[in-house]
C-alpha cells in the first residue's frame, strides 16, 4: 500500500472524531510517531510503499483517537514553551494556557540571582522545567503522585539534565525550605465543571483536575494557607486557575496577607493566573 492511500484512509477516519479538529495534522502526526517517516517525507515521498502492519499500526492509532485517547498519550509526547515533554495517562496534558504561568514566573525572576524555585502539583514537570530551562535556578519539583513523578523524573533527566530537587509530598507536608518563587497548577475543576468537560478530557486523571469542594477550591485555599511559611520575604505565589475562580481566588491571597495581588490573562484573553506577593 502507498502511504498516500493510507492517509486518505486514515485521515477519513480521524474526521469521524468529534475530538479531531484538522484530521490531516494528526495523521501527520501519527505516521512520524508510528511508523517513523518524517513530515517532510510525507510531503515529498507520498507514493513511498508501506507494509501491512505499518497500516495496522496506522489504523490502531486511529482507532484509539476515535476512543478518546488524546492524541499526545497516543505519542507520548507534548510541546510545550518550546520542549518536548514525555506524557503518559498519569499525568495532566501540558496545554499552551499555563504558559502564561510560565512566562509571569519569568518576568519577575529574571532579577533575582538563581532565585529558589518550587513547582508544586507538578504533574510532568512542566512549569518548572520551562522555568529551569530559561534562566539559572535551583529547582524543587513536588507531587502527590508517584505515578506522575515517574514522568517528572524522566523529563527532568531529558530537558534538565537531573538538575533539580524531586518530592513526594501531600502539597507541603514533605517541604521545609522557603523559594522565591511558588508556581502550581493544581486540580480546580468543581465536580459540575467536569461533568461537562469532552471525553477526550475524562482520559486524563481525575485526580489532577477535580478538587473535592463546591467551588472547586479546595486545594488552592491550602495553598495559600500553607505556602507563607515556605516564601522567603518578597517571594512570589502563582497559581494557575479558571477564569470563573479568579476573584475569588484574588481574595483568599489577601485575606492572607499576600500583597501586589494580580490577576493575568492567557492567550485566550481570560483570565487564568493568580499571583501575590509574600512580605514577612
Not at 492511500?5 to 505516521?31: T, Y
Not at 515529498?44 to 495496522?56: A, L, T
Not at 524543587?140 to 515517574?150: C, G, M, Q
Request: aromatic content about 6%; proline content about 4%.
Amino acid at each position: 500500500m502507498r502511504l498516500n492511500d493510507a492517509k486518505k484512509e486514515i485521515i477519513a477516519i480521524l474526521s469521524n472524531n468529534s475530538d479531531v479538529e484538522n484530521a490531516p495534522r494528526e495523521f501527520s502526526i501519527i505516521a512520524e510517531f508510528s511508523l517513523g517517516i518524517s513530515k517532510l517525507d510525507q510531503i515529498i515521498k507520498p507514493d513511498i510503499e508501506i507494509s501491512s502492519s505499518d497500516y495496522q499500526k496506522l489504523l490502531e492509532c486511529a482507532n484509539q483517537r476515535l476512543n478518546h485517547t488524546p492524541l499526545s498519550y497516543i505519542t507520548q509526547k507534548r510541546e510545550f514553551f518550546g520542549l518536548d515533554f514525555y506524557v503518559s495517562e498519569n499525568t495532566l496534558i501540558p496545554r499552551p494556557d499555563t504558559e502564561t504561568l510560565v512566562e509571569e514566573a519569568l518576568n519577575e525572576l529574571k532579577n533575582i540571582p538563581c532565585p529558589d524555585v518550587l513547582d508544586l502539583c507538578t504533574g510532568t514537570g512542566a512549569i518548572g522545567i520551562a522555568i529551569k530551562s530559561n534562566i539559572s535556578c535551583t529547582l524543587t519539583l513536588s507531587d502527590i503522585s508517584e505515578e506522575a513523578l515517574k514522568i517528572t523524573k524522566k523529563n527532568a533527566h531529558s530537558l534538565i539534565n537531573d538538575d533539580c530537587t524531586i518530592i513526594c509530598s501531600d502539597l507541603f507536608a514533605k517541604i521545609s525550605k522557603k523559594f522565591d518563587i511558588i508556581v502550581t497548577n493544581p486540580p480546580y475543576l468543581t465536580q459540575e465543571w467536569y461533568s461537562i468537560v469532552t471525553d477526550e478530557v475524562k482520559k486524563e486523571p481525575k485526580s489532577a483536575l477535580v478538587s473535592d469542594n463546591n467551588d472547586g477550591l479546595d486545594i488552592i485555599r491550602k495553598i495559600i494557607i500553607q505556602s507563607p511559611k515556605h516564601l522567603k520575604n518578597g517571594g512570589f505565589l502563582m497559581i494557575e486557575c479558571d477564569y470563573r475562580q479568579t476573584a475569588l481566588c484574588a481574595k483568599l491571597l489577601s485575606k492572607a496577607g499576600f500583597k501586589e495581588i494580580k490577576i493575568v490573562k492567557d492567550l485566550a484573553n481570560k483570565e487564568r493566573v493568580v499571583r501575590g506577593t509574600y512580605y514577612a
